[in-house]
């Protein structure tokens, strides 16, 4: 089977959050399933907001200029990684970059065994993946160009 998932790459102070996941271990950022009738977009803020507490904005191109009753731009996101979870289950994932706008950091502790901010030198951490260490950069790296002011 392959499902839709949605991630959040969110970003602060030169910083990325991530979080330890119980079941799936390691560090990875927030993120899930694309639930029923949802938009990838707004299942990002949602598992955002359900695992960290964070209230977040995202920071990929949407072209609203181009909405017409029956077409709305979604938010662009930033990767699109295909992630194997076992033999028979893949994941398309939709990794958007953000920002925190409100909130704070609460875990959602039945699913989330920890959850930390990491900088460019945290993710050169042997604990860290390589994959979420160079797209974890990379996130930083274009959140700090697109908040510049
Ligand atoms: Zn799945």
Same mark, same amino acid.
């Given at each position: 089977?392959?499902?839709?998932? &949605? +991630?959040?790459?969110?970003?602060? +102070?030169?910083? !990325?959050?991530?979080? =330890?996941?119980? =079941?799936?271990?390691?560090?990875?950022?927030?993120?899930?399933?694309? *639930?029923?009738?949802?938009?990838?977009?707004?299942?990002? !803020?949602?598992?955002?907001?359900?695992?960290?507490? $964070?209230?977040?904005?995202?920071?990929?191109?949407?072209?609203? &200029?181009?909405?017409?009753?029956?077409?709305?731009? $979604?938010?662009?996101?930033?990767? $699109?990684?295909?992630?194997?979870? +076992? *033999?028979?289950?893949?994941?398309?994932?939709? !990794?958007?970059?953000?920002?925190?706008?409100?909130?704070?950091?609460?875990? =959602?502790?039945?699913?989330?065994? +920890?959850?930390?901010?990491?900088?460019?030198?945290?993710? *050169?951490?042997?604990?860290?993946?390589?994959?979420?260490?160079?797209?974890?950069?990379?996130? !930083?790296?274009?959140?700090?160009?697109?908040?510049?002011?």
């Amino acid at each position: 089977m392959m499902h839709f998932v &949605a +991630d959040a790459h969110i970003i602060k +102070d030169g910083k !990325i959050f991530l979080i =330890k996941h119980k =079941k799936l271990g390691g560090w990875l950022a927030p993120g899930g399933h694309v *639930d029923e009738g949802e938009t990838p977009d707004a299942t990002a !803020i949602r598992e955002a907001k359900e695992e960290t507490g $964070l209230d977040i904005m995202l920071l990929g191109e949407v072209d609203s &200029a181009a909405d017409e009753p029956t077409v709305k731009m $979604l938010t662009t996101p930033t990767y $699109l990684r295909l992630d194997t979870v +076992d *033999d028979d289950h893949y994941h398309i994932n939709l !990794i958007f970059v953000a920002v925190p706008v409100g909130g704070e950091v609460k875990l =959602k502790m039945d699913e989330v065994g +920890d959850g930390k901010w990491f900088s460019r030198e945290d993710l *050169d951490g042997p604990e860290v993946g390589e994959n979420i260490r160079r797209l974890g950069k990379k996130s !930083i790296d274009l959140a700090e160009k697109m908040c510049k002011v």
